[in-house]
């Protein structure tokens, strides 16, 4: 199974990009997704940007993906 987390583009500089992920820095790759401009939100996928989502698709997903973490056992 895969997962690609939802990251919002801070800034780019060539086919890098540094994304935010609950005020969390990463470098994510750009090889993969053409015209990704700071402000959009990506998928992030083992350090490539896979796909582009709206705001409220990331929103979601990353609440689902917090409530899935809150409810494991510990």
Partial sequence: MCLAIPAKVISVNGAIAVVS????EYN???LLLDGVTPGDFIMLHAGFAIEKVD????????????EMD????S
């Fill in 28 to 30: 994510a790759s750009l």
């Fill in 70 to 73: 809150m409810n494991r056992p």
């Fill in 55 to 66: 705001p409220e698709e990331a929103a979601e997903t990353l609440r689902l993906l917090n």
């Fill in 21 to 24: 992920i609950e005020d969390v």
